[in-house]
C-alpha cells in the first residue's frame, strides 16, 4: 500500500537531459553483467548489504557509493547489529535470499528475502540446527570470492544477472541520494536559495461547501519517563531514593543509599532485607544510635525547593524493635539554617506510617531534608517521603503543580503513557507490567528504567487516568506486544534469546493477555464485579475512566515472535472488548521492512489504527507534505505517536517549529485518515537530559517551553472537526517556494469558530488575500509565532484583525499565524 510512495518514485529522472541521455545510450547496454554481493569487513557488516557490478568480472564498479541495502536487525543498537559473510542466491522463482553470520562463529544466522534487492522482508534468527527450515542444504558454502572496489579488497559472492536489474539498483541509488538532497534542505541555505526573492502573493479562497470532517482529537501528548520526566519532575515527590531501592542495575554507579548521607557521630546507618514493610520494596534502612547527635540527609533531586509559607507533606514508615524513640524532622537551607521542623515518634514494633506537616519560614532552592533520632536506640525506616500540599488539581501523590498545568495549557486530545521504549522495556524482565504501578505506594514494585535510572512507579497507572480526566484527555495506555525493544542486549549463555528476537514465552502469553485485559478493567470495570476495577474504587475512583484506546506494541521489528504475540493480544482484546479501539505498530520508521510488515499484518488483521513514528529534518518534513494525502482511506487509521524536526546539534528553534506546524497543516487537511498525533519526547529535566529536542525543559525552579511548544500550543488550542478545501493560488512558481508556505482551514463545532493557519517558512513576507463565502464583518484573534529561524526564546504575540468575506493579511517571514475567527456565518454548514 504506502510502500508506493516510494518506490513509484523509482521511476523518476532526475533531469530531463539524463533521461535523454538514457535513451541514446540503451541500444549500448549489456544483456547482462556480473553483481558482487558483500559486506564490508572494516565495521563488521554494521553498514549492511552492498553491491558492485562488472561487465566481465574484472574491473568492478560499486553501487550508492556503498549504500546498504538491508542490514541486520539483530543485536543491541548498532554495535551487535552485525552483518557477516552474507551470501545471497536466487530460488527458482525468482526470489533473493540472503544468509549471513550474526557473530562470525558459524553457529547463529539470519535470513531475509527480497523480490528486486531493494525491498527486503522481515529477517529471521536461527542456529545452525535450524539451517534447512531457512534454506535449501545445496546453497551453503557458497563460494566466496575477492574483488578490489573503489581501492579495498572486499568479499563476497559473485554471480551474473541481467542489467536491468542492476539498472535499477544504481536508479534507486541515485534516487535516494537526491531524496537526502531535498531533505537536508535548512534555512541556513535561504540566503542563497531564495536571493533576490520578493514579498510573495498569495489568494486563497475557501471551499465551504466541499468540508469534509476530520478527527477531533489531532493534537495530544506523549509521556515517557525519559530525561527524569516522572521522578525528579511531574511527579511531585522531592525526595530521591525514598525506598532505599535505588541498585547497581539502576546506574553502576547507584546503591541503597544514594542520595542519602549520615552526618555526625553516634549513629551507624545500615541497609537491611530481613523484616521488609512489603516484598515489593525489599530495602529499608536501620538508624542505630547510641548517642544522639547524627543526621541523615535528603538532598532531593539536586536540591529541594521550598516556599515560605507552603506546607510540605512529610511521612516515613518506620518500626523500632526496642523502646520508643523520637525524631526531629526538619528542612534546612544550603547554610544550615532550619526552615521548618516537627517530631514524630517511632514507637511500634510493626510497621506504622508517621506524617507531619513541614510550613517553612523562608525560601530555598537547595534545602535538605534532614531526620536527627533524639533518643539512643534502633529506628528503622522506609518510604521515607516529603511531597507538597500544592500539587495540580490538589492531587495526594499528585503531580508538580506548574509542570503539569503547562501540560493542560496544551489542551491535548489525549495523553499517551508510559512510552515509548519504557513500554517494552530494555528485556523481558523490563517490560513494564501496570500492575506494579497501582495500589498503595509501599506495594508498588520500582523498577529499573531503560534511559538509565530509576522509576518508583509513584507515577502509576492510577495517577495517570485521574490526570487524563483533570485534563479532559483521553487516556492512551500502551503496552508491550509480549515482546521487548528491538535492540534489547542479548542474554549471555542463551542462544537468540536477547532482542526483539525474544518474547515472552509462549506459554506465559495467557497470563499476559490477561493482565492486558485486566487493565480494561481496571479503568472500565464495575467494582462490585472485578477485583481490578474495586482497587480503582478503593484508590477513590469508584467511577470508571473510559477508557477508548490502547496501544499494543512499540515501534517493534516485524518478526514472526512479533506477529505470534501481538495476534494473539489483539484477537483476545477484539473478542471480549470490541468497544476498545486498539491501535498497532509499523515499526520505527516511516519506511522500510517492518513499515511494509507491519501495514500488512495491520490490514490482514484489520487493525483498526496503527502508530507510525519519524524523527526527521525540517527539509523532510518541507518535502514530505503529501505523505497522507496518498494513504489508502480504506485501511487503517494513523497515529502519528512520535515525531520531531531535527537539525545538527538538535536545537528546539523557529526553524524546526515551523517545519513542523508546516506538516500538521497537512495532517490536518488529511484528519480522515490521521486520527491522532504526539510529538516526542515531551519533558527534559535541565542537567538529566538524554535526548534532544524536547518540547518543554525544566529544573526545581522553572518549566521552559519551547519555540515547538508553542505549535503544538496553538494547534492544541485551535483545533476543530471539520476541514475546509481551500483553493490557492501563488505569484511565484518555484516549487521551494511554494512548498514553504501552508494553510489549512478548520471549523470547531463545539463552538462554530472558523480558524485559519497560515505558515511562511521563506525569509520574505507572504501577502494573502483571503476569501471566504458568507464570513460576516467581525473581529477575530490573531497568534503570532515568529522570528530569524534560529530562534530559540520566541512566543506567540496576541492581536485582533478585522475579517470579512474578503479579507488581507500579510504573514511575516518565518512564521505562524492562527486567526480564529468566531461563529458568525451566515450558511455555517
Not at 47 to 73: E, H, M, Q, R, T
Not at 87 to 104: A, T, Y
Not at 583 to 588: A, E, S, W
Given at each position: 500500500?504506502?510502500?508506493?510512495?516510494?518506490?513509484?518514485?523509482?521511476?523518476f529522472?532526475?533531469?530531463?537531459?539524463?533521461?535523454?541521455?538514457?535513451?541514446?545510450?540503451?541500444?549500448?547496454?549489456p544483456?547482462?553483467?556480473?553483481?558482487?554481493?558483500?559486506?564490508?569487513v572494516?565495521?563488521?557488516?554494521?553498514?549492511?548489504?552492498?553491491?558492485?557490478?562488472?561487465?566481465?568480472?574484472?574491473?568492478?564498479?560499486?553501487?550508492?557509493n556503498?549504500?546498504?541495502?538491508?542490514?541486520?536487525?539483530?543485536?543491541?543498537?548498532?554495535?551487535?547489529?552485525?552483518?557477516?559473510?552474507?551470501?545471497?542466491?536466487?530460488?527458482?522463482?525468482?526470489?533473493?535470499?540472503?544468509?549471513?553470520?550474526?557473530?562470525?562463529?558459524?553457529?547463529?544466522?539470519?535470513?531475509?528475502?527480497?523480490?528486486?534487492?531493494?525491498?527486503?522482508?522481515r529477517?529471521?534468527?536461527?542456529?545452525?540446527?535450524?539451517f534447512?527450515?531457512?534454506?535449501?542444504?545445496?546453497?551453503?558454502?557458497?563460494?566466496?570470492?575477492?574483488?578490489?572496489?573503489d581501492?579495498?579488497q572486499?568479499?563476497?559472492?559473485?554471480?551474473k544477472?541481467?542489467?536491468?536489474?542492476?539498472?535499477?539498483?544504481?536508479?534507486?541509488?541515485?534516487?535516494?541520494?537526491?531524496?537526502?538532497?531535498?531533505?537536508?534542505?535548512?534555512?541556513?541555505?535561504?540566503?542563497?536559495?531564495?536571493?533576490?526573492?520578493?514579498?510573495?502573493?498569495?489568494?486563497?479562497?475557501?471551499?465551504?461547501d466541499?468540508?469534509?470532517?476530520?478527527?477531533?482529537?489531532?493534537?495530544?501528548?506523549?509521556?515517557?519517563?525519559?530525561?527524569?520526566?516522572?521522578?525528579?519532575?511531574l511527579?511531585?515527590?522531592?525526595?530521591?531514593?525514598?525506598?532505599?531501592?535505588?541498585?547497581?542495575n539502576?546506574?553502576?554507579?547507584?546503591n541503597?543509599?544514594?542520595?542519602?548521607?549520615?552526618?555526625?557521630e553516634?549513629?551507624?546507618?545500615?541497609?537491611?532485607?530481613?523484616?521488609?514493610?512489603?516484598?515489593?520494596?525489599?530495602?529499608?534502612?536501620?538508624?542505630?544510635?547510641?548517642?544522639?547527635?547524627?543526621?541523615?540527609?535528603?538532598?532531593?533531586?539536586?536540591?529541594?525547593?521550598?516556599?515560605?509559607?507552603?506546607?510540605?507533606?512529610?511521612?516515613?514508615?518506620?518500626?523500632?524493635?526496642?523502646k520508643?524513640?523520637?525524631?526531629?524532622v526538619?528542612?534546612?537551607?544550603?547554610?544550615?539554617?532550619?526552615?521548618?521542623?516537627?517530631?514524630?515518634?517511632?514507637?511500634?514494633?510493626?510497621?506504622?506510617?508517621?506524617?507531619?506537616?513541614?510550613?517553612?519560614?523562608?525560601?530555598?532552592?537547595?534545602?535538605?531534608?534532614?531526620?536527627?533520632?533524639?533518643?539512643?536506640?534502633?529506628?528503622?525506616?522506609?518510604?521515607?517521603?516529603?511531597?507538597?500540599?500544592?500539587?495540580?488539581?490538589?492531587?495526594?501523590?499528585?503531580?508538580?503543580?506548574?509542570?503539569?498545568?503547562?501540560?493542560?495549557?496544551?489542551?491535548?486530545r489525549?495523553?499517551?503513557?508510559?512510552?515509548?521504549?519504557?513500554?517494552?522495556?530494555?528485556?523481558?524482565?523490563?517490560?513494564?507490567?501496570?500492575?506494579?504501578?497501582i495500589?498503595?505506594?509501599?506495594?508498588?514494585?520500582?523498577?529499573?528504567?531503560?534511559?538509565?535510572?530509576?522509576?518508583?512507579?509513584?507515577?502509576?497507572?492510577?495517577?495517570?487516568?485521574?490526570?487524563?480526566?483533570?485534563?479532559?484527555?483521553?487516556?492512551?495506555?500502551?503496552?508491550?506486544?509480549?515482546v521487548?525493544?528491538?535492540?534489547?542486549?542479548?542474554?549471555?549463555?542463551?542462544?537468540?534469546?536477547?532482542?526483539?528476537?525474544?518474547?515472552?514465552?509462549?506459554?506465559?502469553?495467557?497470563?499476559?493477555?490477561q493482565?492486558?485485559?485486566?487493565?480494561?478493567?481496571?479503568?472500565?470495570?464495575?467494582?462490585?464485579?472485578?477485583?481490578?476495577?474495586?482497587?480503582?474504587?478503593?484508590?477513590?475512583?469508584?467511577?470508571?475512566?473510559?477508557?477508548?484506546?490502547i496501544?499494543?506494541g512499540?515501534?517493534?521489528?516485524?518478526?514472526?515472535?512479533?506477529?505470534?504475540?501481538?495476534?494473539?493480544?489483539?484477537?483476545?482484546?477484539?473478542?471480549?472488548?470490541?468497544?476498545?479501539t486498539?491501535?498497532?505498530?509499523?515499526g520505527?520508521?516511516?519506511?522500510?521492512?517492518?513499515?511494509?510488515?507491519?501495514?500488512?499484518?495491520?490490514?490482514?488483521?484489520?487493525?483498526?489504527?496503527?502508530?507510525?513514528?519519524?524523527?526527521n529534518?525540517?527539509?523532510?518534513?518541507?518535502?514530505?507534505?503529501?505523505?497522507?494525502?496518498?494513504?489508502?482511506?480504506?485501511?487503517?487509521?494513523?497515529?502519528?505517536?512520535?515525531?520531531?524536526?531535527?537539525?545538527?546539534?538538535?536545537?528546539?528553534?523557529?526553524?524546526?517549529?515551523?517545519?513542523?506546524?508546516?506538516y500538521?497543516?497537512?495532517?490536518?487537511?488529511?484528519?480522515d485518515?490521521?486520527?491522532?498525533?504526539?510529538?516526542?519526547?515531551?519533558?527534559?529535566?535541565?542537567?538529566?537530559?538524554?535526548?534532544?529536542?524536547?518540547l518543554?525543559?525544566?529544573?526545581?525552579?522553572?518549566?521552559?517551553?519551547?519555540?515547538?511548544?508553542y505549535?503544538?500550543?496553538?494547534?492544541?488550542?485551535?483545533?476543530?472537526?471539520?476541514?475546509?478545501?481551500?483553493?490557492?493560488?501563488?505569484?511565484?512558481?518555484?516549487?521551494?517556494?511554494?512548498?514553504?508556505?501552508?494553510?489549512?482551514?478548520?471549523?470547531?463545532?463545539?463552538?462554530?469558530?472558523?480558524?485559519?493557519?497560515?505558515?511562511?517558512?521563506?525569509?520574505?513576507?507572504?501577502?494573502?488575500?483571503?476569501?471566504?463565502?458568507?464570513?460576516?464583518?467581525?473581529?477575530?484573534?490573531?497568534?503570532?509565532?515568529?522570528?530569524?529561524?534560529?530562534?530559540?526564546?520566541?512566543?506567540?504575540?496576541?492581536?485582533?484583525?478585522?475579517?470579512?468575506?474578503?479579507?488581507?493579511?500579510?504573514?511575516?517571514?518565518?512564521?505562524?499565524?492562527?486567526i480564529?475567527?468566531?461563529?458568525?456565518?451566515?450558511?455555517?454548514?
Amino acid at each position: 500500500m504506502n510502500g508506493l510512495k516510494l518506490w513509484a518514485a523509482l521511476g523518476f529522472c532526475l533531469c530531463a537531459s539524463s533521461a535523454a541521455a538514457h535513451v541514446e545510450d540503451v541500444m549500448n547496454e549489456p544483456d547482462s553483467v556480473y553483481l558482487f554481493s558483500y559486506a564490508t569487513v572494516s565495521d563488521d557488516g554494521r553498514s549492511g548489504l552492498k553491491f558492485a557490478w562488472s561487465p566481465d568480472g574484472n574491473k568492478w564498479f560499486g553501487i550508492g557509493n556503498g549504500y546498504g541495502y538491508v542490514k541486520c536487525d539483530y543485536g543491541a543498537w548498532g554495535a551487535e547489529k552485525r552483518m557477516l559473510k552474507p551470501e545471497l542466491r536466487r530460488d527458482e522463482n525468482g526470489v533473493w535470499h540472503c544468509i549471513w553470520q550474526l557473530n562470525g562463529n558459524g553457529k547463529e544466522f539470519a535470513h531475509a528475502a527480497s523480490e528486486d534487492l531493494m525491498k527486503w522482508k522481515r529477517q529471521s534468527y536461527f542456529t545452525d540446527k535450524q539451517f534447512a527450515t531457512y534454506v535449501p542444504e545445496e546453497w551453503i558454502q557458497y563460494p566466496a570470492q575477492s574483488v578490489l572496489i573503489d581501492g579495498a579488497q572486499e568479499h563476497g559472492t559473485v554471480q551474473k544477472i541481467a542489467w536491468n536489474e542492476v539498472n535499477r539498483l544504481i536508479q534507486f541509488a541515485d534516487y535516494r541520494v537526491y531524496k537526502a538532497q531535498l531533505h537536508d534542505e535548512r534555512t541556513e541555505q535561504d540566503a542563497q536559495r531564495f536571493a533576490g526573492l520578493n514579498t510573495v502573493n498569495m489568494t486563497l479562497t475557501a471551499c465551504p461547501d466541499s468540508a469534509k470532517n476530520i478527527s477531533d482529537k489531532l493534537i495530544g501528548i506523549f509521556f515517557e519517563d525519559i530525561n527524569y520526566g516522572a521522578d525528579g519532575g511531574l511527579y511531585a515527590e522531592l525526595i530521591q531514593n525514598r525506598d532505599f531501592e535505588y541498585s547497581l542495575n539502576d546506574r553502576q554507579e547507584w546503591n541503597s543509599t544514594y542520595a542519602w548521607t549520615l552526618k555526625g557521630e553516634g549513629t551507624r546507618m545500615a541497609v537491611e532485607t530481613a523484616e521488609p514493610l512489603h516484598a515489593n520494596n525489599p530495602h529499608y534502612v536501620v538508624l542505630d544510635t547510641k548517642t544522639p547527635g547524627a543526621s541523615l540527609i535528603n538532598s532531593g533531586f539536586d536540591g529541594i525547593v521550598v516556599r515560605k509559607g507552603e506546607k510540605y507533606d512529610f511521612s516515613v514508615f518506620a518500626r523500632t524493635p526496642g523502646k520508643s524513640g523520637k525524631i526531629r524532622v526538619s528542612l534546612q537551607d544550603g547554610k544550615g539554617n532550619e526552615l521548618a521542623s516537627e517530631v514524630v515518634t517511632v514507637a511500634s514494633r510493626n510497621w506504622k506510617k508517621q506524617t507531619a506537616v513541614l510550613i517553612p519560614q523562608a525560601d530555598a532552592d537547595d534545602a535538605v531534608l534532614v531526620l536527627s533520632p533524639q533518643k539512643q536506640g534502633k529506628y528503622v525506616l522506609d518510604m521515607i517521603s516529603l511531597f507538597p500540599q500544592h500539587t495540580f488539581k490538589g492531587r495526594k501523590n499528585g503531580l508538580r503543580a506548574d509542570l503539569a498545568q503547562t501540560l493542560a495549557d496544551l489542551h491535548p486530545r489525549f495523553v499517551r503513557f508510559p512510552g515509548g521504549c519504557v513500554a517494552h522495556g530494555n528485556g523481558i524482565d523490563n517490560i513494564y507490567r501496570w500492575k506494579n504501578s497501582i495500589g498503595p505506594l509501599e506495594t508498588r514494585k520500582p523498577m529499573r528504567n531503560l534511559w538509565g535510572y530509576h522509576q518508583t512507579m509513584g507515577l502509576g497507572y492510577y495517577e495517570y487516568f485521574q490526570f487524563c480526566e483533570d485534563i479532559g484527555a483521553e487516556p492512551l495506555p500502551v503496552l508491550a506486544a509480549g515482546v521487548p525493544c528491538q535492540n534489547s542486549a542479548c542474554i549471555p549463555g542463551k542462544l537468540l534469546s536477547g532482542g526483539q528476537q525474544g518474547g515472552i514465552p509462549m506459554e506465559e502469553m495467557d497470563e499476559y493477555v490477561q493482565d492486558i485485559l485486566d487493565l480494561i478493567a481496571y479503568a472500565n470495570g464495575d467494582p462490585k464485579q472485578n477485583k481490578w476495577a474495586k482497587m480503582r474504587a478503593e484508590a477513590g475512583h469508584p467511577k470508571p475512566f473510559n477508557l477508548k484506546y490502547i496501544g499494543i506494541g512499540n515501534e517493534d521489528l516485524i518478526t514472526d515472535v512479533f506477529e505470534e504475540r501481538f495476534t494473539m493480544i489483539y484477537k483476545a482484546i477484539k473478542a471480549q472488548h470490541p468497544e476498545i479501539t486498539v491501535i498497532g505498530t509499523v515499526g520505527p520508521f516511516y519506511e522500510g521492512t517492518d513499515y511494509e510488515e507491519g501495514w500488512e499484518l495491520a490490514t490482514r488483521l484489520n487493525v483498526p489504527m496503527v502508530d507510525e513514528h519519524y524523527y526527521n529534518t525540517p527539509g523532510w518534513f518541507i518535502n514530505n507534505q503529501d505523505y497522507y494525502d496518498r494513504y489508502d482511506r480504506s485501511k487503517s487509521k494513523v497515529y502519528l505517536g512520535e515525531y520531531a524536526a531535527h537539525l545538527p546539534g538538535r536545537p528546539n528553534n523557529i526553524e524546526t517549529a515551523l517545519a513542523e506546524a508546516l506538516y500538521l497543516t497537512a495532517v490536518e487537511r488529511n484528519g480522515d485518515v490521521v486520527s491522532m498525533t504526539s510529538y516526542a519526547p515531551l519533558l527534559a529535566k535541565e542537567g538529566h537530559t538524554q535526548w534532544n529536542p524536547d518540547l518543554i525543559y525544566f529544573n526545581n525552579k522553572e518549566v521552559k517551553p519551547t519555540v515547538g511548544y508553542y505549535t503544538q500550543q496553538l494547534f492544541g488550542q485551535n483545533s476543530g472537526d471539520t476541514y475546509i478545501p481551500t483553493e490557492r493560488k501563488v505569484d511565484n512558481t518555484r516549487m521551494d517556494v511554494q512548498k514553504r508556505i501552508a494553510s489549512s482551514v478548520i471549523r470547531d463545532s463545539r463552538t462554530g469558530d472558523l480558524i485559519v493557519k497560515l505558515v511562511n517558512l521563506l525569509p520574505v513576507s507572504v501577502k494573502t488575500a483571503v476569501e471566504f463565502p458568507g464570513l460576516a464583518n467581525s473581529s477575530a484573534v490573531l497568534h503570532v509565532l515568529s522570528g530569524k529561524p534560529a530562534d530559540q526564546h520566541v512566543k506567540p504575540q496576541e492581536s485582533t484583525i478585522n475579517v470579512s468575506e474578503k479579507f488581507d493579511y500579510e504573514m511575516p517571514a518565518y512564521s505562524l499565524s492562527v486567526i480564529r475567527i468566531p461563529s458568525q456565518l451566515k450558511n455555517n454548514r
